[in-house]
């Protein structure tokens, strides 16, 4: 995105700082970033992609009050910002994603930009931006994630102990980013002002659910606590992510300490796993931490990080981004995240929030038109489904080892079925028509399938197929399932046809 309209000079009015209702955000906390009377710790991320948390100096933090959102009414305003510096506008980075109360709002700033140096800053917002709305499970919730870029004016460029531009101590920035934060680790790069944050987000109006602040610096660095904290690397769109797993209720997969979340369990409850179904799925597991093995994690390492020296080891196994940067979220962080996005955005698919309470041996009834990834994964209550007429996909994973699904409708409007969405459902029977993608995915993937209903053409079709005179593999064309269609097939097709 090229910003080339120049922020206008007004004043914010009263009805600009109105804010509507919304829903609260289903967190689990491990109090990263928590206050002690002196310290608390934050999150460092290696140049390599691994992280380790780090005791630092306290600094102010907001009292956000969980992550209670009000989605901003407002588009582009400014207003003259103090000497020292402070908000002079907001860029709303998804003007196409219409901001209601499923809205997921996350706000980026910047710090270290001078006036002059504002547009550079919304261009890297931007850029941040895109590879997270194209980053996977939230590019299936992306026109409902809206982001705003807080412009705000820093004294002087920069950042603080720069390692590889600036020899400055200090640098008057307005959220006080630096590198070393800790005074030991180099790449630590965090703020000391972060009641400014508060301060400032709540003189927009905003109150997000992510805050993100760019440290304008070329350098490698950043950290991650009450706010996510990176240079203008690369590696600014992974942390980001990493972070957002963090308020949906994700843990860390290198050890720091143990506690109950979506991806770590203490040994008392492996009789009740909560990623049971899961494993024996792309290398999912269970796995102690070396550190301490009365606690267990889903994916394996080869070596467990160990940064006592200064240098962290080389682990190799089933990464997920909870671990390490540059990978993928596994399948246990990825359904867990996409559950809390939905339980948000829970207008437009079939899943989570919109059926999970219901018994779904009846039709579905809304007006959907997919069935998201991981919808009913592990669900053994399904049992005789029929898919409505108006969905059209169904994702991955979406009906994973549901052991109790025997038969399952699917109607001629469903064009994608990913070959995940029924992994392991050993007892089922898809119903749908004659060269339909339901038979394809049954014909794909060695699922029983059955014609749902015979129609006039596909009598002749099937004479056809029995003739040699076209494609063979029209799938649900084998009816008894001897491997090629012949007379007794049609024979078949016609008896089902007048039994109707």
């Not at 890297?124 to 982001?147: G, H, M, Q, R, W």
């Not at 490698?220 to 600014?236: D, E, M, R």
């Not at 006592?308 to 671990?323: A, F, L, P, R, Y």
């Amino acid at each position: 995105m090229v910003f080339k309209n120049k922020f206008k000079a007004i004043f914010i009015s009263a009805a600009l700082l109105l804010t509507l209702a919304a829903p609260t955000i289903e967190t689990q906390s491990a109090n990263i970033g928590a206050n002690s009377d002196e310290t608390m710790l934050i999150e460092y991320f290696h140049p390599d992609g691994t992280m380790e948390m780090v005791e630092v100096p306290a600094v102010p933090l907001p009292d956000d009050g969980g992550f209670e959102h009000s989605p901003p009414r407002f588009e582009d305003y400014m207003y003259p910002y103090p000497a020292g510096g402070g908000i002079i506008g907001v860029e709303d980075l998804t003007p196409e994603h219409t901001v209601t109360d499923q809205s997921i709002i996350l706000t980026i700033m910047g710090d270290g930009f001078t006036s002059e140096e504002q547009y550079e800053f919304l261009e890297a917002a931007s850029a941040t931006t895109e590879s997270l709305l194209n980053t996977y499970p939230f590019n299936l919730f992306a026109d409902k994630i809206n982001v705003y870029a807080v412009a705000v004016v820093s004294r002087e460029s920069g950042v603080a102990k720069d390692p590889l531009t600036s020899s400055r101590t200090n640098v008057d920035n307005y959220f006080g980013s630096s590198f070393w934060f800790d005074g030991i680790t180099e790449r630590l790069l965090y703020i000391s002002n972060g009641n400014r944050v508060d301060e400032l987000l709540k003189a927009c109006g905003i109150v997000s659910d992510l805050n993100v602040i760019l440290a304008n610096s070329e350098t490698y660095g950043g950290g991650g606590g009450a706010y996510s904290v990176c240079s203008l690397n690369p590696s600014v769109s992974e942390v980001t992510a990493h972070e957002i797993g963090h308020v949906f209720g994700l843990a860390d997969e290198y050890w720091w300490r143990g506690y109950e979340a979506p991806n770590m369990t203490h040994g008392s409850n492996l009789n009740n796993l909560k990623w049971q179904p899961w494993v024996g799925v792309e290398n999912i597991g269970t796995y102690p931490f070396a550190e301490d093995t009365n606690w267990y994690h889903p994916n394996e390492m080869y070596d467990s990080r160990n940064c006592s020296t200064g240098i962290c080891s080389v682990h190799v196994g089933n990464h997920c981004k909870m671990d390490a940067l540059n990978y993928p979220f596994c399948n246990v962080c990825a359904s867990e995240l996409t559950r809390r996005l939905s339980n948000i955005v829970k207008a437009d698919f079939h899943g989570f929030a919109g059926d999970l309470q219901t018994n779904l041996s009846s039709p579905l009834s809304n007006n959907a038109k997919r069935i998201v990834d991981y919808a009913f994964w592990g669900r053994d209550d399904l049992t005789n489904l029929i898919i409505p007429d108006n969905v059209t996909s169904i994702g991955r994973y979406s009906f994973l080892r549901c052991n109790g699904l025997t038969n399952l409708t699917i109607p001629e409007s469903v064009t994608r079925i990913d070959d995940t969405a029924f992994f392991e459902c050993e007892n089922l029977k898809i119903y749908g028509l004659l060269g339909s993608e339901a038979a394809g995915y049954a014909y794909r993937n060695k699922t029983l399938f059955a014609l749902s209903e015979i129609r006039s053409k596909d009598i002749k079709l099937l004479k056809e197929l029995a003739l040699g005179n076209v494609n063979n593999e029209t799938p649900g064309a084998d009816i008894d399932n001897n491997d090629t269609v012949d007379v007794i097939d049609i024979m078949l097709a016609k008896k089902q046809l007048l039994n109707q």
